[in-house]
């Protein structure tokens, strides 16, 4: 009641005044907020993200650039790009058609055969993340123990890997001791798929297996309680409670492996010591940095990443719409 009797007194003041012809106080001036302090956290921001911007183009956006102008001159690395010989087209008819067609769709079919590995690993991660979501003695160490080889140097690992299967190395050492005949792992096609294979399961599952086990601590107990009582048997469990509820990372597991996969190269290229015979150990990679050592033609390597780049974007579109509809439907 006060502050509406002290309202109307100033209003009434104000009126006289106006009245009188005496001009009104001025109003109290409204405080700005100042802009300095934001300023200058706006700069310290810029400061502290400089290195990364400056790497993205320094080693992203400018060698991105060079590649794409690449495409189109027969260049060496060495001399000028623009004083090399522009060849406009001349790189994609080799690839689609022309002399180095069968090389590189050769090291796509390659690339595939050791993308077998991916789906081995998310079945096993499943199996093996079932196993270890329980509680009982040891299974923290079992879970490092598994995952341990996805940390290890991939190139001690590949070299550990070929000293054993090597023609002479200790895998077939033991076949011949029991007097079997020895095995080519690395000298016949098929010896070398199952053994790149063999190789790269060994190393992702204990990832898949961790995101895996991350996994299943969402999953309903009720439901699986509720199923039990129901009468379900463990399969019926797994494929209806369990792998749906699991879908989201073995979705993300999928895409990722397979962005990995297509672009493959250290694992075949240490383990044979090269591409292998008939260069199956070539892969779409391979296939780029073997044209970038001497004799070299980077606008043939250009024009084999950027490909290899539109594959790797189509497919992830594809699997990302293929998610899309099913989360709608």
Sequence with gaps: MESEALKATETAEAREAETLGVPAAPAAPVQKKKGGLKRVENIVGWVYISPMIVGILVFTAVPLIMSFMAMFYQWN??????????????????????????????????????????????????????????????????????????????????????????????????????????????????????????????????????MLIAGLQSVSTDQLEAARIDGANGWVILLKITVPALYPIIFYLFVTGLMGALQMFNEPFILLGGYGIDNFGMTTVGFVYNFSGAPSNLGLSSVGAWILALIIFIVTAIQMYVDKKREVD
């Design 77 to 210: 690395g060495v001399t000028s790009l623009f004083e090399s010989k522009f060849v406009g087209f001349g790189h994609f008819k080799d690839i689609f058609g022309g002399l180095y067609s069968a090389m590189y769709w050769n090291s796509l079919v390659h690339t595939l055969v050791f993308a077998i590995q991916l789906p081995v690993c998310l079945i096993l991660g499943i199996f093996l993340a079932l196993a270890m979501n329980r509680q009982m003695r040891g299974v923290q160490a079992f879970r490092v123990i598994y995952y341990l080889p996805g940390v290890m140097s991939v190139v001690a690992v590949t070299i550990v890997w070929q000293t054993l299967f090597k023609d002479d190395g200790y895998i077939n050492g033991i076949i011949a001791a029991v007097g079997m005949k020895p095995i080519g792992w690395t000298s016949s096609k098929l010896g070398i798929a199952l053994v790149v294979n063999l190789l790269l399961v060994w190393k992702g599952v204990g990832y898949s297996t961790l």
